[in-house]
């Protein structure tokens, strides 16, 4: 009885729209990006769709960082979208993202109903899918666009690419794990460092004359999904807002929101050290490839150190495995001024560093065999990065 | 005192060759298919280096699968190979394949002593490896070469990809992990199956005219290994030889030998159905890229059944899960002969049948709900695919 009075409940249109497959699958694709398998909020586990008179707008998020991206009804004289009832629902993120990939249309159409069955269907092909309540979906921080921040995209990818990579990957210091920004004059500073390398780079954005930001701490893993999602190619900008918990960036059709780390950025200008004793001038690729081919021979051992010692007018990298062998290389120096050094290093720590660098030659700096260095683009005061060594000669 | 001693012991040159670094990463690709990590014979863990008066030899083994690359001294007037002194060595698999990756010259000399260390140069760079004692490799078996069978190299690949995904991948009848050939009469009949499906093709070879060879069963996974060091675009044959316990297969400087599976391989003629209650005609894409839609809420439980069922002019593709919801697809069929049908089956073993076929429309033969159906592409008579179906409806 129970299950005839519920067959004959009139159930009603909640949602209808359709729209371009391809636009659908490029946005699922850019919220996917958030959500996360393993997350314990069971409607995070989907992706909201809100039908919008203006658009559709899809969202991710793993409570750490949100995406929306949004289709447009039309954008560059074509048409996109078709809105036949505004409404929202909230679909499994795993399914929904691999049906609209395998649609057999161009076109896909989407209604839910007051039940929230929702009905895909594209070509001869029919899904009901059984949603999930779009009011139980958490609602994203309402960000005041007040002082925002303008910065090309290109240029953000890169000091992402160049300072994300030395951030501690472990949990002791949670702080660490971010990476630090300071934005003060138009210049933004950017430092990473999980205690034993440091990442650094300076760039200039537009903001507003008096915008000063301080112990901004990004999560790397955020950083590293926003790169994702940002277009290569685009020459267009990316606007930054920041808040006291929540940092948020606004590309075309796309908004990518990340909570900010807690606690207090250490002060990492007094790790930098103010003397040199030994400068090198060198090839970025040329060393990067010695190192590399060195650090075959000391992948077995669990540091991955290879040493390191200038002679005239080269230096010499070396390895050895007391099971495998030995390796040694010279690389010619385009410059060595000052003492004689013998250094030992992680491998991997100084291939992340050069492998992030575009200048041809690098400048590294010691100020001996016990105390940090510093390596530097030639030609590119904006960079900036720092290796402790390993003690073995 | 004992340390000085050895040191003032002559070391002999055992070995000195130059080669190309191109041909050398070619070879050594080639040989890294058959070395695995977790072999019990520590030699085995290496790659043997022939340096014989005609040419490189490289060989490498998991006892299972043994494959040679030769690398003349020239080809094509084109000299990639100089011998100073022949002899062998053996080198860690897993670094020496690194290395030779990473060179920086396009010529990598290579030198042993007596005591097995290994000189590798290529430019500055200078590795001085561990060498392990070429007199511990186990021999290849000897394989006279009598009855060779000839088959060219893209038909080969080919019925390697159309059976070898059927094979049973569970070690409970291990004569079913491999293909069954049967040679008679100048053709190769090939069967695999795990018993819940079967994949079986008929091609013509070249061979003495009474060879005949029963009950060869060829490990699957050394199929999978042949087909991928097997060049795509030869249009070169491959030379087959078959022993008792072994076969070899020769192709232009490269020779793969495989250990054949001991047991007696079932009579699979009496799993197919000589008779037909429901026959379609159906294209081969759009029926495959049905099941794979319908599939996609079939995953979830761990069966992956999909329901299909007969109608007029046409086929209606189902699946449904408690938790996400169901989907129907209709797909129109070139021709349906017979009873009306409702019939289940796995969406991975359909999909798995339909990838390997390259005919535009295929024709699946079912004799009941219960039965097994035969799956064949439409002009094409030397294929033939089995499903045995699982009970739902």
Request: glycine share 6%; proline share 4%; hydrophobic share 35%.
């Amino acid at each position: 009885m129970q299950d005839t009075a519920d067959q004959n409940q009139e159930t009603s249109l909640a949602m209808k729209f359709s729209i371009s497959k391809d636009k659908l699958v490029e946005g699922v694709n850019h919220v996917m990006k958030a959500v996360s398998s393993r997350t314990t909020i069971p409607i995070l586990t989907g992706i909201k769709i809100n039908a919008g008179l203006d658009g559709i707008t899809l969202t991710g998020s793993d409570s750490d960082v949100s995406i929306k991206a949004y289709i447009p009804l039309e954008e560059d004289d074509e048409e996109y979208v078709s809105i036949e009832k505004p409404g929202s629902i909230v679909l499994q993120a795993r399914v929904f993202s691999d049906i609209v990939k395998k649609l057999p249309s161009d076109t896909v159409n989407i209604e839910a109903d007051s039940r929230l069955i929702t009905r895909i269907t594209s070509g001869s092909s029919e899904f009901n899918l059984n949603g999930l309540d779009p009011e139980e979906y958490p609602r994203l921080p309402q960000i005041e666009e007040e002082n925002i921040i303008t910065i090309k995209t290109d240029l953000l990818k890169h000091l992402i690419r160049q300072t994300v990579f030395a951030v501690s990957t472990s949990e002791t210091r949670p702080v660490l794990t971010g990476v630090n920004w300071n934005i003060q004059n138009g210049k933004l500073d950017c430092v990473a460092t999980d205690s034993h390398r440091l990442a650094s780079r300076s760039v200039a954005v537009e903001s507003a004359e008096n915008a000063t930001y301080r112990n901004i701490v990004i999560p790397g893993k955020s950083l590293n999904e926003l790169s994702k999602i940002l277009d290569d190619n685009s020459g267009e900008a990316v606007s930054i807002v920041i808040t006291e918990s929540q940092i948020l960036f606004k590309a075309k059709n796309l908004q990518f929101f990340s909570r900010l780390l807690d606690g207090n950025y250490p002060d990492t200008d007094r790790l930098i050290p103010n003397e040199s004793k030994t400068d090198i001038v060198i090839s970025t690729k040329g060393f990067l490839q010695a190192i590399d081919r060195a650090s075959l021979l000391a992948k077995e051992e669990r540091n991955n150190v290879v040493k390191f010692r200038t002679l005239s007018g080269e230096v010499e990298i070396s390895s050895q495995s007391p099971e495998l062998g030995r390796v040694f290389e010279n690389v010619q120096a385009e410059e060595i001024k000052g003492e004689e050094l013998k250094i030992s290093f992680s491998a991997k720590y100084m291939m992340d560093a050069l492998s992030k660098v575009d200048s041809q030659d690098i400048r590294i700096s010691f100020t001996g065999a016990m105390r940090p260095f510093l390596i530097r683009p030639v030609g590119d005061d904006g960079i900036l990065m720092l290796i402790l060594p390993v003690r073995t000669y």
